[in-house]
């Protein structure tokens, strides 16, 4: 299972509208509706954003955003702010014998 | 409070082998899936082990045969035994819980340093 493909970074200014892209297969992201994103901050653990697409756990602001087009997912974050400034990564399930594959990965700076 | 606090890395030989532990609280590990993720030095994240609440084990290609995921319900501990251990097993290891009903990733324990260097 090979990761998914991310861009390596994606900057923005204050206030403005970004997105991340995370492409797949039709063994992954293509097949199932079970793509989650996770925010790393430095030297921290990584932080649950989204889920099964377009889900947001109990304290995610709405300024983050996920959707999904055939093999490709994406993650938007709104009116970026400074404390955005991190490591995104997405994840999907995939079944099989190892039924769950990560992006690359994308530094976003602000 | 959902709480994940591994233990036990390290610094091993190559070909060696070790035991990471992670203690749950406010999480029951018997009832939900448990994985393994890790994080090489400057690297992205890479799923490692998966036990779901039935018993059920998955492991990565790069571990399988290697590598043997566990649970202790009477402890609600999570293990992974580590064995042959090579130098690109030198990484950052999260113990990760999520909900028997879903299948995303909900908490993280903060992550133990496995070294594998002569």
């Known amino acids: 299972q090979s990761a998914l493909t991310q861009p390596a970074s994606v900057s923005g200014s204050p206030g403005q509208s970004i997105t991340i892209s995370c492409t797949g297969t039709?063994?992954?992201?293509?097949?199932?509706?079970?793509v989650s994103w996770y925010q790393q901050q430095p030297g921290k653990a990584p932080k649950l954003m989204i889920y099964?697409?377009?889900k947001r756990p109990s304290g995610v602001s709405n300024r983050f955003s996920g959707s999904k087009s055939g093999n490709t997912a994406s993650l938007t974050i709104s009116g970026v702010q400074a404390e955005d400034e991190a490591d995104y990564y997405c994840c999907s399930y995939a079944g099989g014998s190892s039924p769950y594959v990560f992006g690359t990965g994308t530094k976003v700076t602000v | 409070e959902v709480q994940l606090v591994e233990s036990g890395g390290g610094l091993i030989q190559p070909g060696g082998s070790v035991r990471l532990s992670c203690a749950a609280s406010g999480f029951t590990v018997s009832s939900n899936y448990m994985s393994w993720v890790r994080q090489a030095p400057g690297k992205g994240l890479e799923w490692v082990s998966l036990?779901?609440?039935?018993?059920?084990?998955y492991y990565a290609d790069s571990v399988k045969g290697r590598f043997t995921i566990s649970r202790d319900n009477s402890k609600n501990t999570l293990y992974l035994q580590m064995n042959r251990l090579r130098a690109e097993d030198t990484a950052v290891y999260y113990c990760?819980?999520?909900?028997?009903?879903?299948?995303?990733?909900?908490?993280w324990g903060q992550g133990t340093l496995v070294t594998v260097s002569s």
């Open positions: 099964e697409v377009t």
């Open positions: 036990i779901y609440s039935g018993g059920s084990t």
């Open positions: 039709n063994s992954d992201i293509g097949t199932y509706n079970l």
């Open positions: 990760v819980g999520g909900y028997s009903y879903g299948y995303q990733h909900n908490y």
